[in-house]
């Protein structure tokens, strides 16, 4: 039986993409049914395949892995009887761009048994020197049992000399370049740590006696778990059940850069980064996006789900009414996984279909998240049109996408970015519309909470996929022929 994945989503290869979402649990009854819950609410995150590792006192570590959605996975009862225990970790994945035959094995979490015990991990991010920590590592007798990148880390503790598993993971990750959230454990102990930038997210919460990390907020109120903070970037928090939370920061300090399309897209709307409500800053997105692109029109209309709270913004701003113009299948599924090639020419509208009613005859405003190929706004916009809209005006909520991510988000080549090709006028000529306008990267950081714009000399955040400026150099893909943004 074939272990491969065929593709998630034969019909939406238009977004930027994160690849994974990490979820741990230690100090509770049955932890891994607190991670399947807390996997299942970073499911955006992740949607090729899941998995988690636990440790029983008596019964030593158990794992599980598996493709598909968490929900048809990990909650079978029969398959959650065999992962008991206190402590438990887990990972949503979704794989890279440009990866094909994707294996059980590259499923993590990763586990690596170590002379003083076993240890498992789950990573959020991307190594950038990964190519070269590979070759060294097999150069040196390290047999490799999967493609990611993640996998280098195990094999850096394992020829690690220091003493302890925390000390040797600290070890490994001075030797990593690029973006990590790591969530791992041993037999009696609970560890997060971000990268000296903190790129990409992670919380600690509490739940009953026990403690908990996650990707996102949202995780932590499916099981009733109460935020305590974000962990810091360059943090390690080491949790045990006797001693609880113990802090150390074993990365050369730095200033962070936090991805902005957090903001944008990628985290659920009803999580908190930075103390501020997720669809907050999106609604104030398309606040400023009103203020800079103001056009006459009847309607706004938002590209659900993700446009919705910048479409209401935008709307509230502008004081043109608001109406779900689109409406979304919300149990398309994986119904269409190999479609015939009749139902592929259907494209998206096996899963957005038009409100007829409201659209015919009006001058439409059309709210997105982004432009990644322009494949299905060109599609969304036939469909307003073939509809009878009298106007069909584009408004993203994000800077023109430029530049491809290796911090781990799903990015096409260069090329194939719209934006890296086109002026705004080319774009809108190419998907041929009455306007197209994006949020400026000033705008943007506004609608974030920076009342200045964005800083030339000192970026508050990452925000390489729209500025070109990447804050750790992408060094395989610069050995590959990848070239940086010439310096202004």
Known sequence: MSLEMPPAHPFDDDKLREECGVFGVIGVTDAA?????????????????????????????????????????????????????????????????????????????????????????????????????????????????????????????????????????????????????????????????????????????????????????????????????????????????????????????????????????????DSIIGGRSVYETRHQIGVELARETPVEADLVCPVPDSGTPAAIGFSHESGIPYAMGIIRNQYMGRTFIEPTEQIRNMGVRLKLNVNRALIEGKRVILVDDSVVRGTTSRKIKDMILDAGAKEVHFRIASPPTAWPCFYGVDTPNREKLLAATMSEEEMREHLNVDSLKFISLDGLYRAVGEAQGRSPSCPQYCDACFSGEYPVAPTDMINKGFELKAAE
């Open 33 to 269: 049914n607190f991670v399947a819950l807390g996997l299942h609410a970073l499911q955006h995150r992740g949607q090729e395949a899941g998995g988690i590792v636990c440790h029983h006192p008596e019964h030593g570590f158990n794992s599980a892995r598996r493709f598909g959605y968490v929900r048809d996975n990990f909650t079978k009862q029969s398959l959650m009887e065999t992962l008991p225990g206190p402590l438990a970790i887990g990972h949503v994945r979704y794989s890279t761009a440009g990866s094909k035959g994707a294996a059980i094995r590259d499923v993590q979490p990763f586990f690596g048994e170590f002379a003083m015990g076993g240890a498992a991990i789950a990573h959020n991010g991307n190594i950038t020197n990964a190519d070269a920590l590979r070759r060294e590592l097999i150069e040196r007798g390290s047999i490799f049992q999967s493609s990611s990148d993640s996998e280098c880390i195990i094999h850096l503790m394992a020829r690690s000399l220091q003493r302890t598993i925390p000390e040797r993971m600290e070890d490994a990750l001075r030797r990593v370049e690029g973006a990590f959230s790591v969530v791992a454990m041993t037999r009696t102990k609970l560890i997060g740590v971000r990268d000296p930038l903190g790129v990409r997210p992670l919380v600690l919460g509490k739940i009953a006696d026990g403690y908990v990390l996650s990707s996102e907020t949202c995780a932590l109120d499916i099981i009733g778990a109460q935020f305590v903070r974000e962990v810091e970037p360059g943090e390690m928090v080491v949790i045990t059940e006797k001693k609880g939370v113990e802090s150390h920061y074993p990365f050369r300090p730095a200033k962070s850069r936090f991805c902005i399309f957090e903001h944008v897209y990628f985290s659920r709307p």
